[in-house]
């Protein structure tokens, strides 16, 4: 199957075709295959030591793929659709291994001190400014989250409106809906044989560079670091060579002091008569009141724009106001510019696939002590232990990062063979993940016991 593509099934109540979101991706959910049909052996599970069963807790209706995913894992899972206040979470948190949240919930360091099981955090979004990142990582709670799920979505989004700025439509759609019937020809083109460029060739550029090329655009790109070009994309040494060479300019950067107004007067100055500006990174990156200005010079002859310096921060009628960013107003009133409430990730399919991509790596975390990908912990990985590991135990030890812990945990594991271990660090935070060999279960107790005696350590784990 094309996993791709969404499943079509035909809803039969209504007789009509309906989309549902697709198979999960065996790449996403780490399923091991069935023997026989690949040499690996296979995947031992790891039971932990000395804790009751993994508690989660689900907040702020996350997808169903991720509730599905966590409760086949056999975790004992309570799933709430709001939200919790500071004062309800500290009472809530109480016991819980796992906690999953989007970004109205949020983890402050009373809510973290009172949660006294907790090993691991999941932010089933992109942002993960709503969780205070260096407690936790005091705590030994690594932090999840979910940057990539929607490049796809963006991707489309742009395409979609590189053909909608290139015949008009939001301008003829405006109008129709207020009774004009305006049929006209003039300044609206195919986008076949134009040429894209595209500032900022990662994630979601790379994905508008394939979509692009496919609908017949020529694709030249910026980026700071040397990227290998996909199809016959190409990439250009400066963003001047990009904008005087482009019809559609596109931007796919992060928000940083470099990308601070990347397109302002100057770069409008470069580009060519009659361009078009994409942007559906970040507010801060395109200087609005000089694209106003190139808007209404005739410079660009359209702009979509996605996000904006300041954004409201719910939905709502009225919100979108010259309080909010002072040019409001005057954007409103440009022609052929199509404004969108930063939905370029906002799909069903990008939901389904954060929820996925999150709650695999509480699962990798839990079960295996796996911390690649973590937003503020260090990463650290062991290859899985499989079922000719008898014997085996794996320890999970987070410590401050201060001369001579790891010498003593050494010292604790001497009379063990060592398989594998691998240690990492980030600030004042260290991760260590040890197999170690000939470790009966009754021994576990005491090494347990010992190395949590140790004066460096955060939290340990052992698995086995
Ligand atoms: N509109 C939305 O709903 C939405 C959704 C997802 C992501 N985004 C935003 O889209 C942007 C791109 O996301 P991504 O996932 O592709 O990120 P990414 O990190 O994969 O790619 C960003 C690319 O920009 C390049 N870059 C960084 N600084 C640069 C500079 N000064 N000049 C040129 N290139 C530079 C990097 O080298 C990298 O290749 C981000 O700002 C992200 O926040 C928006």
Redesign the pocket.
């Known amino acids: 199957m094309d996993i791709s593509k969404p499943r079509q099934t035909v809803d039969e109540s209504m007789n009509q075709l309906s989309l549902s979101p697709p198979d999960k991706p065996s790449f996403l959910t780490g399923t091991v295959r069935a023997p026989g049909s690949y040499s690996q052996p296979p995947k031992r599970a790891l039971k932990p030591f000395a804790s009751e069963d993994i508690k989660i807790l689900l907040l702020e209706n996350v997808n169903q793929s991720a509730l599905g995913n966590l409760k086949e894992q056999g975790y004992q899972v309570e799933f709430l659709k709001s939200s919790l206040s500071e004062d309800e979470l500290v009472e809530k948190i109480k016991g819980v291994h796992a906690v999953g949240i989007r970004s109205k919930t949020r983890l402050t360091r009373r809510v973290l001190e009172a949660a006294d099981n907790l090993i691991v955090i999941g932010c089933f979004c992109?942002g993960t400014n709503q969780v205070d990142l260096e407690f936790a990582a005091e705590r030994g709670i690594a932090v999840f989250n979910s940057?990539?799920a929607?490049?796809r979505?963006?991707a489309e989004?742009v395409i979609g409106e590189i053909i909608c700025l290139s015949r008009q439509v939001g301008d003829r759609s405006m109008e129709i809906h207020y009774g004009e019937w305006n049929k006209v020809s003039n300044g609206c083109w195919e986008i076949r044989g134009k040429t894209l460029g595209i500032?900022?060739?990662?994630?979601?550029?790379?994905?508008l560079s394939v979509l692009a090329e496919a609908m017949g655009l020529h694709v030249v790109y910026?980026?700071?670091?040397p990227?290998m070009p996909l199809g016959s994309a190409k990439q250009l040494s400066s963003?001047h060579e990009l904008l005087h060479r482009a019809d559609f300019i596109s931007?796919?950067?992060?928000?940083?002091p470099?990308?601070k107004n990347?397109i302002s007067n100057a770069e409008f100055a470069a580009m060519k008569n009659g361009s078009y500006l994409i942007n559906?990174?970040?507010g801060t990156?395109v200087d609005i009141p000089s694209m106003i200005a190139a808007s209404k010079s005739g410079k660009l002859a359209g702009a979509a724009i996605?996000?904006y310096p300041a954004e409201p921060a719910g939905n709502g009628k009225g919100k979108f106001a010259d309080s909010l960013n002072s040019w409001t107003s005057e954007l409103c009133s440009c022609r052929n510019i199509i404004m969108t409430p930063?939905?370029?990730?906002?799909t069903e399919e990008?939901q389904y696939n954060i929820g996925l991509e999150v709650s695999d790596a509480l699962t990798r975390y839990i079960n295996e002590g796996n911390s690649v990908s973590a937003v503020n912990f260090p990463e650290v990985s062991l290859r899985s232990l499989t079922e000719a590991d008898t014997n085996v135990v794996r320890v999970l030890f987070a410590h401050k990062n201060v001369p001579g812990v790891l010498r003593q945990v050494n010292e604790i594991l001497v009379n063990h063979n060592i398989k594998a271990q691998f240690s990492d660090s980030r600030g004042e935070i260290a991760y260590l993940v040890a197999d170690i060999s000939d470790c009966s279960s009754s021994s576990l107790e005491t090494l347990h016991s010992r190395l949590e005696s140790l004066p460096g350590k955060i939290n340990t784990r052992l698995l086995y």
């Open positions: 992109i940057p990539y929607n490049s979505s963006v989004l500032i900022g060739y990662g994630h979601i550029g790379s994905q910026y980026d700071v670091l990227i963003l931007c796919h950067v992060p928000a940083s470099e990308t990347m559906a990174s970040r990156v996605d996000v930063h939905i370029g990730g906002s990008a």
